[in-house]
Structure formats: structure tokens, C-alpha cells
């Protein structure tokens, strides 16, 4: 009797597809997506409409591996803007470098839009309100380190001027702090372009300081 032919696709098969198993993390690879996650809440809903909760569920694990990385949200909300105030301390530090003082006053005008425009979140932290203390301090305090740069830079041209160097000072945080609200309208606005906007407040600053006094006075009755 010949040998019955056996059918091959009614045989169980051993080879069914395996599910991928998924590649675990590292704690520092963890860690860097918490931080992007949080990163990205607090920019869009700010830290106190932020949870715990949404960002481990965000993350794909329990909120325990929230608080073992950063001990809560306040932890992780202080490295966020720490991390931020560094960068945006960096790149306009960085821009500084040596050059007529108007192409310094372009270059930092530029690092700060450029910061605006690559890390919008980032930017969009900085300008609330901190609800916590901040070991690298407030973004009024990083204004006021990116300002101290500035001073250096306008010392030097009052000296070349005959102006009273040790106003320098005043003016730095002027001219900082014009930069720095020209950018917060300009994060929503996003209107004229980023080199247009840079070559207008370079304008209004340059040629303020080309028309300077040396002893400004008042114009009006009050004097005091």
C-alpha cells in the first residue's frame, strides 16, 4: 500500500511571525525623553496644567519612573529650564565675537531669534512666570547676564565717544530688554522675516546711540 500523501498547508506551522519585542531603554536614554515630553507639555500647557500622570503616559511608563528620574514635576520642570536658560546663554555668548560693536549688536540680536526660532518650546517656558526657584536663576536674571555682555561691548564705544562709560550699564539693559520683548511678539507673530526684524532693531539701537547725549535733559515740567 503506497505511502498517503499528507496535505503540508493543514500541518501546524513552527513558524509564526514573533512579536518584536521592544528595545529597552537606558536610564539616560529615559531620561532624555522625559525631559523632551515635559519639555513639550510645559511649553503648550505650562507647569501647573502639566501632570505627572500625562507625562509617564506620554512616555509609555508609570509615573514611579517619573519621580525616580526627577523626583516629580517640579524636578523635572527646574532641569527643563535650566537646560534652556544654558542654551540660550550659549548661543548668544557665543555670537559675541570680535567685530565692529553694530555687527555685535547684529549678531546678538540674530542669536536670540535664532534661539527663538529652533527652540520655540524652550522660549515659550523661559517667558512664563518660573513657579519654582531656579538654580540658574529667572529669565529676568538670564536677561540681565546676556545684558552684562552688552555693557562690555557699549563701555568700550562710549569711551571712543567721550560719553560717560559708566552709564554703559543703563544702557545694556535697555537695549537687551528691547531685544528680548521684540522676541516675544515676534514667537506668535512670526512676521517680517527673521534677518528683517534683526536689521530693524539693530536700526533703532545703532542710530539711538548715534544720536546720543552726552547729558541728556528733560523737556517737560517735571524734573524730579
Given at each position: 500500500m503506497g505511502a498517503v500523501a499528507t496535505d503540508s498547508s493543514s500541518t501546524p506551522s513552527n513558524d509564526k511571525p514573533r512579536r518584536a519585542r521592544r528595545t529597552r531603554m537606558t536610564g539616560a536614554e529615559r531620561r532624555q525623553q522625559l525631559l523632551e515630553i515635559g519639555r513639550t507639555l510645559f511649553a503648550a500647557k505650562g507647569f501647573e496644567g502639566t501632570s505627572v500622570e500625562e507625562i509617564a503616559a506620554k512616555a509609555g511608563v508609570s509615573k514611579p519612573v517619573v519621580y525616580e528620574h526627577f523626583g516629580g514635576?517640579?524636578?523635572?520642570?527646574?532641569?527643563?529650564?535650566?537646560?534652556?536658560?544654558?542654551?540660550?546663554?550659549?548661543?548668544?555668548?557665543?555670537?559675541?565675537?570680535?567685530?565692529?560693536?553694530?555687527e555685535l549688536c547684529e549678531q546678538a540680536a540674530f542669536a536670540l531669534l535664532d534661539y527663538i526660532e529652533e527652540y520655540t518650546d524652550g522660549f515659550r517656558i523661559l517667558v512664563r512666570d518660573s513657579p519654582i526657584p531656579q538654580s540658574t536663576g529667572t529669565?529676568?536674571?538670564?536677561?540681565?547676564?546676556?545684558?552684562?555682555?552688552?555693557?562690555?561691548?557699549?563701555?568700550?564705544?562710549?569711551k571712543s565717544?567721550?560719553?560717560?562709560?559708566?552709564?554703559?550699564?543703563?544702557?545694556?539693559?535697555?537695549?537687551?530688554?528691547m531685544v528680548a520683548l521684540t522676541g516675544q511678539w515676534w514667537l506668535d507673530v512670526r512676521r517680517p522675516k527673521k534677518a528683517e526684524v534683526a536689521a530693524h532693531l539693530v536700526n533703532l539701537a545703532w542710530h539711538g546711540l548715534d544720536g546720543i547725549e552726552a547729558k541728556?535733559?528733560?523737556?517737560?515740567?517735571r524734573k524730579a
Open positions: 514635576k517640579e524636578g523635572l520642570y527646574a532641569v527643563v529650564v535650566d537646560r534652556e536658560m544654558r542654551r540660550l546663554l550659549d548661543m548668544v555668548t557665543s555670537s559675541l565675537t570680535a567685530g565692529h560693536p553694530r529669565f529676568a536674571s538670564l536677561i540681565s547676564d546676556i545684558a552684562t555682555q552688552v555693557e562690555d561691548i557699549l563701555g568700550r564705544e562710549f565717544r567721550g560719553f560717560d562709560p559708566k552709564l554703559a550699564p543703563l544702557y545694556a539693559q535697555a537695549l537687551v530688554g541728556p535733559h528733560l523737556i517737560g515740567r
